[in-house]
């Protein structure tokens, strides 16, 4: 059975960076897409970025574009997103998630297996 495993939350002020990390195991290789999604108390999970495994596009969405950076390690087999200018209002539980169907986007229901999430707290 694979799995996904997020790590590289933690607690960091505002303006801050962090990087996580979703380390990607046990799964035939064939899968369009991985992303990054958050759920914040109260609120849906949302998503945030996602890459393309064959060309490496990628897309982001709106409260993030320009802050947050999606990459990928192939030979690893690891996904990252880059967090810079963090804010309050990006404190959350975020996930990685990947999806074996197309189209890919940015709704949760499109991904087909998850990580357990790691927490990203940002305050001062």
């Known amino acids: 059975q694979g799995q996904l495993v997020e790590s590289g939350g933690g607690l960091v002020p505002p303006g801050g960076s962090l990087k996580l990390s979703c380390a990607i195991s046990?799964?035939?290789?064939?899968?369009?897409?991985i992303a990054w999604f958050r759920q914040a108390p109260g609120k849906e999970r949302e998503g945030l970025a996602w890459i393309k495994t064959n060309d490496g596009s990628t897309s982001y969405s709106n409260p993030v574009l320009g802050r947050f950076t999606i990459s990928r390690d192939k030979a690893k087999n690891t996904a990252y997103l880059q967090m810079d200018d963090l804010k309050p209002e990006d404190t959350a539980v975020y996930y990685c998630?990947?999806?074996?169907?197309?189209?890919?986007?940015?709704?949760?229901?499109?991904?087909?297996?998850w990580g357990q999430g790691t927490r990203v707290t940002v305050s001062s």
């Open positions: 046990g799964f035939t290789f064939g899968y369009f897409a």
């Open positions: 998630a990947i999806t074996y169907s197309l189209p890919v986007g940015m709704s949760p229901q499109m991904y087909d297996y």
